[in-house]
Every structure is written in C-alpha cells, then in structure tokens.
C-alpha cells in the first residue's frame, strides 16, 4: 500500500493523511493509491500540511507500517527518548517482512 | 522594476557579453553567472546599464560581480534580473544593485519593511554605509 | 566576554523582526517551503524528522551563566526539557514550533543570543579552542579574532548565497582542540621573526563524503589584514566554487581542482584589490574587543595541593582537568557522556547547574567544546572538590575526558532527516561495553566518532575509531574506519572492511582496542600503535584470518 505524511507547518508535527484531513497516528493512514501526489500538491497549497511525501507501507494486524525504518521512526518518535513517542507499540526495527512472517523483532529493540 | 534611480531606464536590450566585447557602440550589457564581471572594466565609462542575471536565487555569484563593478568605479544602472527573493534585495542594494527585474513581482510592503530593517551594518560593502566598527570609532 | 553595545544589540533585534516577519510570511502562504527553507537555514531553523530544530549560536563556544540559564529556560518553555550540544559549539533544540521561533529568538536575544548564520550556505558560527585565555600553551588568545569574524560574517552581503556552508575555526595555541585542519578556513596565531602577530592560512579543509586536510595557502598573514585577506579568499570561492553538483561545492573541491598553490594565487591577486578598499577595522577596535577578554582576577598566593583520598575525585582531577596559565588553578571540563547517556545532551536542570557553578566558581564563563562537552575555564583547585561534589549529584561527574566513552555523535535517524542509521545506540552500547572506568584509564587517549550518515556531522573520519552509519537495503549497517584525528597531527581514517549490524561494531571496536592493548608499546596511545602496526593486526582480530583476504568495502557513495 501507498500511504501520504508530512509534517504540519506550524508545529512541525509528523502527520499522516486520513482519507479527509491529517492525524497525529500513523495508525490512521489510509491507502491512497495513486492519488497520492495530487492530494499532497492540494493539501500544500491549502497550507495543511507541509513537505508531504508518499511512502510504501505493509497493511498489518496493527495498521499500516512503513518499509523503511526512518519513516518508522518518523511515527514513533526517537528510539533514544521512548517516553517521547506518540507510538510506543510500533516495533521500528521490525521489517514488514517480519511483520508479514509474524517474526519477532530484533533482540535490541529498545525499551519502547 | 523596482528602480532606485532617478535618471531615466535604459530601454534597450542588453546584449551578452561576448557580443558586447566585439561591439564599439552598445551602452548595455548581460552578465551571466558564469562571465568574468572584470571583463567590463576597459568599458565602463560608456555603459549606461550592465544588468546580471540571477537564474536561481540560491546562485550567488551575481552579488560578487556586482560589488567587483562599484569597486571598480562604475556609476551607472546596475540590474539584478531574474529569480530574485524580496529577502535578498536588501544584500543586493549592499553590493551596488540599483534596479530589479524579478520574474514574480515582490511585495511592495514586505520589500519596504526589509530594506528598512537594519539600521547598521558590520562591513563595508559597496553601498557606502559606514561599517559599525567606523561608527564606533568615529 | 564580549558584550554587545547598542549597535550589536540593535542589529540583533534587528534580525528577531526580520525573522519574524519571514516567519509570518510562511504561515500565511505568502512564501513557499522552497523559497522560506534557505532563510530559516540562515536562522538555524531545520525540519527535522519529528519537529523544527533551532540551532542557537554560541560564538566561538563562549557563553555566561545568564545565557546559559537562558538556554535552559527555553528548553524547558519550548522544547522537551532537554538541549544538545553540537561539535561547532552550539546548542540545538530538537522539538521546536516554528509559530514559536519569533518569541524564542526575541528571548535569546535579551541575553545577547542569536541563531544567525547556524545553518545555511553562508559562513557560520566561528568556532575556537575551548581553552582559549586559559591554556599555558598560548601565542595569543584568539577570541577577539573570532569575535571580529564573527561581526564581520554576520549578514556579510556578498557571501550570503555561498556555493556551500563555510566554517572558520581560529586558534591561538600551538595543540590544536578546534580542528583547523578539516575546516573550510583554519587560522592559527603565530608571531613572525619580528615578532608581529598574524595568522596562518589553511584552506580546504574538512569531512564530509570527501575528507580532506587542508592547505597551507599562507604562512603568515599580519593581523592587521585579517579581515581583508579573509574577504579575498572567500570572493574567490564566491565567484569560482562549483555550484553544478552539491556534493563537489564545498571550498575544499575547488582548492583541490585548481591546486592549492593556484588557488593560493588567485587569493593574493585578489586580495592586492581588495586590501585597498579599506575593509580592515582599525587597530582601535581589535582594542576595543580584546578589553574584553582581558584575563579575569586571578587570585595569587593560591594552594595548588588537593586532597586525593577520594579515589573517584583524584580520578576526576586527573582526567578531567587540564593545566591553568595561572598558578592554582584548574580549567575544569563536564563530561557530558554519561554511561548509556546520549552525547553532548543536557537537561534544562543539567543546564542551570553548570551556570550556577560557573557563576560560582569559574568567573561566571563556560565554554562549550566540539567534543561536546562543556568547560569550566577558569576554575581555582581548591574549589574542585566542591565542584566534583555537585557534578556527581547531577550524574555530570563522568571522568572520561578524551576517554574511549567521551565519544561524538551525530543526532543520527532518531532524529535526522538526513540520517541513514543511528548513531546514539551505538554511542550508548560503547559506552556500556567500556563503563568500567578503570579500564577505560588503562585503554587511554581513544577518540571515538559516529556519524549516521556520509555528511560525517559525527567527524567518523577524524576519529581514531570513527563508525560510519550507512542503510544497507533497509537496515542499518555500521562501517568501521581507523587512523583519523582532529588535532595538530591531523588523519583521514580509513575503512578496515566490510560493516556490521549495531551490536557487531560494538563487539568489533572491543576486538580493536584487545588488540591494541596486546601490541601497544610504552606511552602508546590507540592512534600511536595502529600508525606503527597497520591495519592487518587489528583487521585479523576482528574480521578473523579470512577476514584478512577480504576486499574492502567502499564508503557508499
């Protein structure tokens, strides 16, 4: 799946693109297949979001989880600071792979 | 434009570099970011405008053949033309520009508020504004 | 310490309206992130991963304890409670609004604090030796130097819109702590035969994807031209830097394309223009300036003995403290690399303790180090004890000073846009590894950097083990590199082989200092013996004897 997030322009917040407006929750994204640049382009222009950008992302038992870590990261918030994140339960250094193969985790998640 | 003149706008094109260094009789001329401005120095008593392109605003070597022209003595039109940023004008007055061809035309207020902004400067540059150390030591 | 007058003031404030109207344009629509991204650069203001970062200027890494109380004022107002000290001696705040940055800057600058110029392709904060008026080994002290290049680049209108970022370091000692080699301009104090003070000039330094050590382009500049000669290298760089590949941009590219002593040339036949245009300040203002930093009141008559029966303060003396030019007295640095600690991080609490120390004990100066840590300058020994007693209630007591744990990391992918892995794991696995503090003193001198990314903010080239954090298909991967330094013998590492997962380079850094430990001579420090041994020794020990045959992997590009 196809999933939208930027980051609002004023607060800098990570956001993730709902269907209808931008969450907070990575949880909430949705798939937006190929429509994905034009509602980045609308929804920029509209100031609602800012530096939107399209990533690939796995639907899991949780919800949609991004391919790569940094965008994992993005919605957890530091590996370094778990009291920080928005998403404790999102295991950031599980692939989908691993999350498809219901694999466990490497051995030094952190304590998030 | 935003000019900052009072004598009258060369309205002529200006021809580029190499044409106007085979030419006798041209009064104005077209830097491009990569022409050496030190060409134009045995022709600076008779051109009326050198105008320097900005193709991308984050390209800066235009502020460096401008303050190269004033150092140099030249008093006539200096023209920043191109991708140019209201922010930037006022830098671009510090190095000698005196008139501007954006391609988006500027916010008149926003323009007025940030060439008004800094009552000093730290260093001497081509606008003849006396650095803060001279001010101190005056 | 400098302090401003109305017209630093003004033009700080100055720059807090400018700001703020940028800032407003912003958020109206009025400016597009493109247009908006390089004037929040030039104001410190990055996008990071998780928020906006602020990077705030701290000249030459100097600031007094009003300043610094201000730092955690703001960080605990507007950020998460926390700050982190950065390698060119600022402090950056990692979760900042940008609907807040007019009301913080205009808070900064109550206490004669700005953010210009920490980021962008423009000449930034002027960095120095952390024990500049303090250290015994002293031509001269270079912070009013720094502080007539800190005036002189600040809104400078030619050199706004630079090929790249700039950095100039400026020294005033014959050690190097501020890494003049690897900067776009290093400048060292020294005296001609004469005796008049001027400067050498290296160019073309610095790390990045493309390490490069600097060239010498002048022996001996006299002070009196400083700025003048500084503007000509800088127009040179302006006019013929590349601007075609952002990666090829940097000063260091064009000294190395024309050849130093070319470019060397070009730089004296501008500079035979440009010191006619009177860009020099009189001697009247370096006078001004160096008032300024006038040596403090030492005390005379001091007691320079300590009492050592406390294991743990003689280890802390011993480690963390370095020689004074003035009898009985100390210069004092704070650890800021706790056991399983994030590097260079410091809490607001953290914060408002080192000020109240300085204050106390240190004629209210601190200083912050490119190794991230914070210095005391000017400390009397017999108020150590005192001061170890307070840092240890504040878990700042870590006598690592140059220690394998007093290790530089980037911010890395937990919160760099940039970043291809992580860096702070690392650094907090290594120092869990090497926590006993007894063996770390017997390992001895070991700099160890980590970058989470080829932009090497992490300097892992000049580290004498630098790790390199890179994502192999998805994952992180860590290459490991030996050899580098940052001071006056100054190294480009290099990479020993193939990389390894996040617990793998741990374990390998462990392999490489066994090793170390079973050749070094007497005296010899981890660089000393790789220099005499060579890689082979230590690439058996790590990668095992096949390891040896293994061909080398190249940095990614």
Redesign the interface.
């Given at each position: 799946m196809k999933i939208l997030t930027g980051q609002d322009l004023a607060s800098g917040d990570v956001t993730w693109w709902t269907g209808s407006g931008w969450s907070l929750h990575l949880f909430d994204a949705v798939d937006v297949g190929d429509a994905g640049p034009a509602i980045a382009a609308a929804e920029e222009k509209a100031l609602r979001v800012n530096v939107p950008y399209v990533i690939d992302a796995t639907q899991t038992a949780d919800g949609p989880m991004p391919a790569h870590i940094k965008d994992r990261i993005r919605a957890a918030g530091p590996t370094v600071h778990p009291a920080f994140g928005i998403h404790p339960e999102i295991p950031i250094l599980k692939t989908p792979a691993q999350h498809e193969n219901n694999a466990d985790a490497p051995s030094e998640v952190k304590a998030n | 434009m935003i000019r900052f003149r009072d004598d009258v706008a060369h309205d002529a094109p200006p021809a580029p570099l190499a044409e106007f260094v085979g030419e006798s009789n041209a009064t104005a001329v077209r830097l491009e970011?990569t022409d050496d401005a030190r060409a134009l120095l045995p022709h600076l008593d008779r051109l009326a405008l050198i105008e320097v392109a900005f193709p991308k605003?984050?390209?800066?070597?235009g502020?460096?053949a401008g303050?190269i022209l004033r150092?140099a003595g030249y008093l006539g039109e200096l023209r920043a033309q191109g991708d140019l940023?209201v922010?930037?004008i006022?830098?671009?007055r510090?190095?000698g520009f005196d008139s501007f061809v954006p391609d988006v035309p500027v916010?008149e207020a926003?323009l007025a508020?940030?060439l008004d902004?800094?009552?000093?400067?730290?260093?001497?540059?081509a606008d003849g504004r006396s650095?803060?150390?001279?001010?101190?030591?005056g | 310490m400098y302090k401003y007058?109305t017209?630093?003031q003004?033009?700080v404030d100055?720059r807090v309206?400018?700001f703020g109207?940028?800032v407003a344009?912003r958020l109206s629509g009025?400016m597009t992130e493109d247009?908006f991204k390089?004037?929040r650069l030039m104001n410190g203001l990055y996008l990071q991963l998780h928020a906006y970062m602020l990077r705030v200027a701290i000249p030459y890494g100097t600031l007094d304890s009003r300043q610094m109380r201000m730092l955690g004022s703001i960080a605990r107002d507007y950020d998460r409670g926390y700050g982190h000290f950065t390698t060119r001696q600022n402090l950056q705040f990692n979760w900042i609004k940008l609907e807040d940055t007019p009301e913080i800057l205009a808070k900064l600058a109550t206490v004669e604090m700005h953010a210009i110029q920490t980021s962008g392709?423009c000449i930034r904060n002027i960095s120095s030796d952390q024990y500049a008026g303090a250290a015994a080994d002293e031509v001269g002290d270079p912070r009013p130097w720094a502080e007539l290049l800190r005036?002189?680049s600040?809104?400078?209108?030619?050199?706004?819109?630079?090929?790249r970022k700039f950095k100039i370091a400026v020294i005033g000692a014959e050690q190097d702590r501020a890494a003049i080699q690897l900067h776009d301009i290093g400048l060292q104090m020294r005296r001609d035969d004469a005796g008049e003070l001027g400067f050498r000039v290296l160019v073309g330094g610095g790390m990045g994807r493309t390490p490069m050590i600097g060239s010498v382009i002048r022996d001996f500049i006299p002070a009196a031209d400083l700025?003048s000669y500084v503007e000509a290298c800088l127009?040179v760089y302006?006019?013929y830097g590349r601007?075609d590949n952002i990666y090829k941009a940097r000063i260091k590219i064009l000294v190395h394309e024309l050849g130093a002593p070319e470019y060397a040339r070009q730089v004296e036949e501008e500079w035979t223009?440009v010191k006619t245009?009177?860009?020099d300040?009189?001697q009247?203002?370096y006078d001004?300036i160096a008032a300024f930093f006038a040596p403090p009141a030492f005390a005379e008559g001091l007691p320079t003995e300590i009492d050592r029966s406390d294991a743990g303060f003689a280890h802390w003396v011993d480690q963390n403290t370095a020689a004074h030019k003035a009898a009985g007295y100390a210069i004092v640095t704070v650890s800021l690399k706790p056991t399983g600690g994030i590097p260079g991080d410091a809490t607001a609490d953290q914060i408002d303790l080192i000020a109240d120390l300085a204050e106390r004990y240190s004629f209210d100066e601190m200083r912050i180090t490119h190794s991230q840590n914070v210095v005391l300058p000017h400390v009397q020994r017999q108020d150590l004890r005192a001061i170890w007693d307070a840092l240890v209630a504040a878990g700042l007591a870590t006598a690592n000073l140059d220690l394998v744990t007093d290790i530089i990391a980037c911010p890395g992918l937990d919160y760099c846009s940039l970043a291809n892995a992580r860096s702070i794991p690392v650094a907090q696995k290594i120092t869990e590894r090497f926590a006993d503090p007894d063996r770390q003193r017997d390992i001895g001198e070991l700099k160890l950097k980590i970058s989470g990314c080829i932009n090497a903010c992490g300097h892992h080239h000049a580290g004498h083990i630098g790790i390199l954090g890179v994502d192999r298909k998805g994952e992180e991967n860590y290459q490991l590199s030996f050899g580098g330094s940052a001071a006056e013998d100054t190294s480009i590492a290099k990479i020993i082989g193939p990389g390894f997962s996040e617990d793998g380079v741990v374990d390998a850094v462990e392999k490489a200092v066994e090793t170390y430990r079973g050749l070094r001579e007497p005296g010899e420090r981890f660089l000393d013996t790789y220099r005499r041994v060579g890689l082979q020794p230590f690439k058996a020990a790590i990668y095992g004897d096949a390891g040896s045959t293994t061909p080398v992997r190249e940095p990614v590009a």
């Open positions: - | 970011p605003f984050r390209d800066g070597r502020y460096s303050r150092e940023l922010d930037q006022p830098l671009m510090r190095c916010d926003a508020r940030t902004r800094y009552p000093n400067v730290y260093q001497k540059a650095p803060v150390w001279a001010l101190r030591h | 007058d017209y630093d003004t033009l100055a309206a400018d109207d940028q344009r009025e247009q390089p004037l392709n005036q002189w600040s809104f400078h209108p030619e050199f706004s819109y630079l090929p700025l127009r302006n006019r601007r223009h245009l009177g860009l300040p009189p009247a203002e001004r």
